[in-house]
Nanobody, 121 residues
């Protein structure tokens, strides 16, 4: 059974940092990309970052570029999203998901349950 489990969310003040983790199991982790998405209240879910499985390519939404860093540890089946200089507009439920290729659409095959990130002003 494929499982993705996010952790690391919480409440932080503006300007602070959080590191989200996505623990994967039930599939060949090295063969799949991992994307991070978020959904704020009343808004559509948006893709914010993706890390490829093969060539290490990284993708970032412009609004998080320079503040967020995605990385993966294939030995531990983990993907991280380091979030620095957080802003109130980063408040959302954050999801990780897996697919064969990185994409800005939400056509990923498997999803985690999400972790809440709240940034206070």
């Amino acid at each position: 059974e494929v499982q993705l489990v996010e952790s690391g969310g919480g409440l932080v003040q503006a300007g602070g940092s959080l590191r989200l983790s996505c623990a994967a199991s039930g599939f060949t982790f090295d063969d799949w990309v991992i994307g991070w998405f978020r959904q704020a209240p009343g808004k559509e879910r948006e893709a914010i970052s993706c890390i490829s499985s093969s060539d290490g390519s990284l993708y970032y939404l412009d609004s998080v570029k320079g503040r967020f860093t995605i990385s993966r540890d294939n030995a531990k089946n983990l993907v991280y999203l380091q979030m620095n200089s957080l802003k109130p507009e980063d408040t959302a439920v954050y999801y990780c998901a897996t697919a064969e290729v990185c994409s800005w659409s939400d056509s990923y095959r498997y999803w985690g349950q999400g972790t809440q990130v709240t940034v206070s002003s």
